[in-house]
């Protein structure tokens, strides 16, 4: 048996080879002929990860019937808008009843906003899949730095066996039935990370990052449970944990792609400069349509919303939310 991979950007390929280190064969899905033999003959992956020297165990194809078709676990980790043509492929090669499929993305279906699990079930009919998710830097699992995940899933089971193939001395995994309120931390946090970059960009301090952060968190959450899920979930690793880790790090895509809005730059040009998908701005537009779908209050997204696509400008933005009516913290607070 073995393990199939989809993705070979920082995550999958950062995963993949924490899989081979661990004894597993692994296949890694990879999009075209040229990227599989480069990879397969260097067991690096230059563009995302640098001089990181990966497992023999990995078998890098572009063919997706050889990753999947018969694999143990089937690990889905290409951005979140590849998540629907990319499960729609493997669907053809995956039997749900003996086959474990895992999202490991993080945003939301732009057409429909569905959360990534809703969109693996509707494309692979009786699969139970499993969100893995938490403060997790690619860069910092490839050196085996210490980190702490959460595997998540309707199906305990499923949660169990994720947490059992990740397990190492430095990937601890804990799990959790809240599989909307980990799906929804792991894609919103995104968004207040995208703004904390832009106030660094700005030249704004710590408090102001501070208060971003807490009342960014308030958003989330009231989001979360008019959704469905257990706000205690955003207190865990998925929620606050990721929310540290994407504010605060030069790792975060997000907030690199804040920085340079902060600084002037265009939401356009800023992801360009970045390389890499920033999934806080896709998951901007879908959080700003939820809010007006739930009736929840978001004015942290209303204002990032309207400096991305309405040209509003920045600093008028942040002076709008500090001068917002009055309210009673606690009264907020209990709110969610």
Request: with cysteine; proline share 3%; charged share 20%.
């Amino acid at each position: 048996m073995y393990i199939a991979v989809l993705g070979a950007g920082s995550w999958g390929t950062a995963l993949a080879d924490l899989l081979g280190q661990k004894g597993y064969e692994v296949r890694l899905w990879v999009r075209t002929p040229e990227e599989a033999e480069k990879l397969q003959n260097t067991y690096e992956n230059s563009r995302y990860l640098p001089g990181v020297k990966l497992s023999r165990n990995i078998v890098f194809s572009c063919n997706m019937s050889f990753c999947v078709n018969g694999a143990e676990c089937v690990i889905c980790a290409v951005p979140s808008g590849a998540v629907n043509s990319v499960s729609k492929a493997a669907a053809e090669y995956i039997n749900p009843e003996k086959q474990i499929f895992v999202s490991v993305s993080k945003g939301f279906e732009a057409k429909t906003k569905e959360r990534l699990s809703q969109v693996i079930e509707r494309n692979i009919h009786g699969i139970s899949p499993v969100v893995l998710s938490g403060p997790s830097h690619a860069e910092e699992v490839a050196k085996k730095l210490p980190t702490t995940n959460v595997a998540a899933s309707k199906n305990s089971k499923n949660a169990e066996y994720v947490q059992e193939l990740f397990m190492t001395d430095g990937f601890r995994v804990y799990t959790n039935d809240d599989i909307v309120g980990v799906e929804l931390g792991g894609a919103l946090k995104n968004i207040i990370a995208l703004c904390a970059g832009v106030l660094d960009g700005m030249g704004m301090g710590d408090n102001t990052k501070a208060a971003l952060m807490t009342r960014g968190m308030a958003e989330i959450a009231r989001l979360g449970v008019s959704m469905g899920a257990r706000k205690e979930t955003f207190f865990g690793l998925t929620g606050m944990g990721d929310l540290i880790v994407t504010c605060t790090s030069m790792h975060s895509r997000n907030r690199k792609a804040g920085i340079l809005i902060g600084q002037g730059m265009t939401a356009e040009k800023a992801m360009s400069e970045v390389k890499m998908v920033v999934e806080g701005i896709p998951a901007t537009i879908a959080a700003y349509e939820l809010a007006k779908d739930y009736n929840v209050d978001m004015p942290i997204v209303n204002a990032i919303y309207g400096v991305l696509f309405e040209g509003k400008n920045v600093r008028e933005s942040v002076s709008g939310l500090m001068n917002r009516p009055k309210k009673n913290e606690m009264e907020e607070l209990i709110k969610w």
